[in-house]
């Protein structure tokens, strides 16, 4: 019964702690500093959240463990969890990191068009080389979900 209750409280207190820094983001508007102090919250809070879950259903609940006889596969452990895990911030990380990358060389590469239309092939380089982090996280994310 206290199983059936946490699986359902700890995924509510875990979206509520995600979304709670950008509630009011979204209902008015609000100075750069104050989203970039949220934003950092936001991280903060979601990485504690995944830690306190890992250290939930590793070591307080042993029934959701795998058993002690040999396992020729791994579905449905811990160990499958924390590779889709694995695997979902290779691909959420990168996809981040991309984002910063273009966000940042994008504009540049306009105002160097802006000045020379000849520098339209260097400026384009920037900015894929940007994209190419994003897509390298999800060929991670690729084998790493086909070994599991």
Known sequence: MLLNIMEIILP????????LPFALAFVKKIARNVIKRRLYLHV??????????SL???????????????????????????????????TGLSALG???????????????LAENPKNFGKAMIFVVLG?????????????????L
């Open 56 to 90: 939930y259903f590793l070591l307080i609940s042993p029934n959701l463990q795998a058993e002690e006889t040999v396992v020729n596969s791994i579905i449905g452990t811990t160990a499958q969890g924390l590779g889709f895990l694995g695997a979902a911030l290779a």
């Open 98 to 112: 991309a984002g910063i990358a273009v966000g940042s060389a994008a504009p540049a590469a306009i105002g160097a």
């Open 12 to 19: 509510l207190v875990g979206l509520a702690l995600v979304f």
């Open 131 to 147: 994209e190419g982090v994003a897509i390298y996280g999800v060929l991670i994310s690729i084998l790493i979900i086909n070994k």
């Open 44 to 53: 903060g809070l979601f990485f504690s959240l995944i830690l306190v879950l």
